[in-house]
């Protein structure tokens, strides 16, 4: 993010008028045919996921009030469907009382963080908020969460991200959940925003990545200011960065407890600062380790290669973001990176990587050559300048239409004043409509390209608000991705997806029954008639500072014939299932699939 502008004294007020001011900007696309239906429907209020953002500003301009929040969406309670946490702000400044924000929550809003239980029945969405009750109690200031089982029971944790002390909260399988921050050593007082957890050591116990942000603190705050010479709020540059941590999990000791330690410096991760906003694990060289990506502020992107482990049993990672072509843009410059996806996009089998980025600036698509090595294919893919006018954050490759190819759905706001919104006198002129892209597959030569539609999308994409975190998953379990998204100092917004399910789909979760728990890292080969493969990775990070479904969803199209379906399980072993049933999920346990036919 760069310099904010002073909105301290803008009273708060969300429109919906919004994408009308940028769409002079942009050239938009034709209009969907009258007869197709909008993609999505915002139904959040209507669900019950009835949830308001609060960022805290007082005057103070606190670099920290324009960064969050995130959104995490995961099964608490093991019944199938998938329930919310949303992270939210709070006040900052000594001495503050609530009276001295100057967009106070709503009466009766209740502080801290929030859990939203998924009670949805015939297909009906609706969500309960279960806080009171989950015993979780993250009043400091979110920024994101990441979601998994780390201890290995068959119930999913969260760790939480804060400006100040993150949190793990370690899940009891029905919604209700422990502190366990102390007790694992995982405990961080820096500003975080993202983290993942990823086994990068392949003993099964899953590990922790944080992307550690600057080292801004209300002790360090100081005066910046605009080239207008306005009071504004600071840019990451202005303080240094941090180093990300790497937390090895111990697995269970002989207490019981399951325990980190602290291997950032000897797996080399400390030895470059970065200012990250977002991190993503996947095998990115197909070499069977788990490689991480991290998306940092306005400081070259990293690239962090695991080696396997070594002779003296340590595993160790080298930064080749330089060398694979993902450091930088293809101009040399630094961006200012917020969120990261990465999947298989343009169907060659290997993990493409996609970021967001600021306002003139363009979003930035890495494709990969199949052995780690990148090239930059913004301009050639369409994606460039559709993204110039907006400031981007969370993210996701998801097919929406269920047609075998990945689309992209985007989350922007602003983190500067857009002048046209002033000069009209809005109230809150950093709002911006989000976006959808049509992945349109290969064309003429083999080349993907995508096309914006999101001027035809409908009401949910009319929307002109200051979008950060965005989640997806099906939250209704009918065969299509939906959407979650924070707004910084509004409404949470539910996307749902109604026209995936039209077309053929297969629904698979990865299971591990010896770790009781999804088997993330784990690689999908779809094989339809014909002999194409559709890859898919088990994964539940990206984005920005949130955590996804994991469950692999997989659109068919016009061809909904399965042939067989291939898993490569995280320690390289894999196993092939046929006669598969579409439009329902089904889980794939490790160990219940027959061995794939020796190459010839």
């Known amino acids: 993010m760069r310099d904010q502008p002073n909105v301290a004294k803008l009273p708060l007020r969300r429109r919906r008028s919004a994408s009308l001011a940028l769409a002079v900007v942009l050239a938009w696309p034709p209009a969907l045919s009258a007869a197709e239906p909008f993609p999505f429907t915002e139904v959040a209020k209507a669900s019950g996921l009835d949830f308001e953002h609060f960022n805290g500003m007082s005057g103070e301009l606190y670099f920290s009030e324009v960064a969050g929040a995130g959104v995490g969406v995961f099964d608490c309670d093991g019944d199938g469907d998938l329930d919310v946490y949303l992270s939210q702000g709070n006040l900052l400044g ?34 309960r908020d279960a806080t009171a009750v989950s015993g979780i109690r993250a009043t400091g200031y979110g920024m994101g969460v990441a979601a998994a089982d780390y201890d290995n029971d068959g119930a999913v944790d969260l760790f939480v991200t804060n400006f100040g002390d993150d949190q793990l909260w370690r899940g009891n399988g029905d919604c209700t959940f422990t502190d366990a921050t102390a007790a694992a050593g995982v405990g961080l007082a820096e500003w975080s925003v993202s983290a993942t957890f990823v086994d990068f050591d392949r003993d099964g116990w899953l590990d922790l990545y944080v992307s550690a942000y600057v080292d801004f603190s209300l002790k360090t705050h100081k005066p910046c200011f605009s080239t207008s010479s306005a009071r504004d709020y600071c840019g990451p540059r202005s303080y240094n960065p941090l180093p990300d941590r790497l937390f090895r999990n111990q697995g269970r000791g002989k207490d019981g407890r399951v325990t980190f330690e602290d291997v950032s410096a000897v797996a080399g991760i400390a030895a470059e600062f970065g200012g990250a906003l977002g991190v993503i694990a996947a095998d990115f060289d197909l070499d069977g380790w788990p490689d991480l990506y991290v998306a940092n502020d306005q400081l070259a992107n990293q690239l962090w290669m695991n080696r396997g482990r070594g002779e003296d049993g340590i595993v160790r990672f080298s930064n080749e973001a330089a060398l694979a072509g993902v450091a930088v843009n293809m101009d040399g410059a630094a961006e200012a990176s917020m969120g990261v996806d990465a999947a298989d996009f343009d169907g060659d089998g290997d993990d493409d990587i996609f970021l967001t980025h600021l306002d003139r600036q363009t979003n930035t698509i890495y494709v990969n050559e199949g052995d780690g ?100 998953g099906d939250l209704d379990n009918d065969g299509d991705t939906d959407v979650v998204i924070v707004n910084n100092n509004g409404p949470a917004r539910l996307l749902r997806n109604d026209v995936g399910s039209g077309q053929a789909w297969l629904g698979l979760r990865l299971l591990d029954p010896a770790l009781k728990r999804d088997a993330l890292g784990a690689r999908v080969a779809v094989e339809l008639e014909g002999g194409r493969k559709i890859w898919r990775r ?30 490569v399980w995280p320690d390289g072993s894999a196993e092939v299932w046929t006669d598969l049933s579409l439009r329902r999920y089904t889980t794939l346990s490790k160990g219940g699939g027959a061995k794939p036919e020796p190459k010839g």
């Open 94 to 127: 000594e001495g503050k009382k609530i009276e001295d924000a100057l967009f106070p929550p709503r009466p009766g809003e209740p502080p801290g963080d929030r859990l939203f239980r998924n009670e949805s029945s015939a297909g009906r969405l609706k969500f």
């Open 538 to 567: 088990v994964r539940a990070d990206g984005s920005f500072a949130s955590a996804n479904d994991p469950r692999v969803l997989v659109g068919l199209g016009e061809a909904p014939k399965v042939k067989a379906v291939r898993v």
């Open 373 to 472: 090595w990148f090239s930059d294919s913004t301009l050639a893919t369409g994606l460039g300048a559709p993204s110039v006018a907006f400031t981007s954050f969370g993210t996701a490759w998801v097919d929406y239409d269920n047609d075998t190819w990945v689309d992209l759905v985007i989350a922007n706001g602003a983190v500067q004043v857009i002048e046209e919104l002033a000069l009209a006198k809005d109230p809150f002129p950093l709002h911006q409509p989000n976006q959808l892209f049509r992945n349109l597959g290969p064309g003429e030569g083999g080349a993907v390209r995508f096309e914006e539609i999101s001027a035809s999308a409908g009401p949910a994409f009319e929307l002109s608000e200051v979008s950060r975190g965005a989640a997806f």
